[in-house]
């Protein structure tokens, strides 16, 4: 007699995602986790105002164009990444600290689904003075209310 498997719960992968060769190997690692599983992934790009920049209304205003220049061109690279994986995701653009912003978002997702699983997946420079001081996958680390996959 065989017993059949529950099915598996949806996943919501939240990807960190700036083009960068980490952030990429990020989102690979996400489409591979859902092959043959049902979820999503949510491409979150996280736009960073230095503090300098913040103090002049000027400047802010002209980060906000450079920022949606940006998005369309990451949303286009992740078009491209991800179109033959047979992935369902969806693209969106935060503001603030990536850390916070992230962890942000995958509780948002959390509280919206609260049946289905949530887990941030970051890419991580290979350097180690990243691993060791102020990198993002480091505060993901230390502060992540769900489960977090680092890709190295």
Not at 23 to 43: E, H
Not at 79 to 96: I, K, N, T, V, Y
Not at 130 to 144: N, Q
């Amino acid at each position: 007699m065989t017993t059949a498997m529950p099915p598996a719960r949806f996943q919501h992968l939240v990807v960190g995602y700036d083009g960068s060769p980490p952030a990429s190997r990020a989102l690979d690692a996400a489409a591979q986790q859902l092959q043959g599983r049902p979820g999503r992934i949510d491409v979150v790009y996280v736009a960073h105002l230095s503090s300098l920049v913040a103090l002049s209304p000027g400047a802010v205003a002209e980060m906000e164009e450079d920022f949606d220049e940006i998005e369309k061109d990451l949303r286009a690279q992740a078009d491209e990444q991800l179109r033959g994986s047979g992935a369902a995701w969806e693209f969106e653009r935060r503001q603030g600290t990536i850390a916070d912003q992230l962890i942000a978002g995958a509780t948002a997702i959390g509280e919206a689904h609260p049946d289905e699983n949530v887990a941030i997946i970051a890419g991580s420079p290979s350097h180690a003075t990243h691993r060791v001081v102020g990198s993002v996958a480091v505060g993901l680390a230390r502060h992540s209310p769900v489960p977090l996959i680092i890709v190295p």
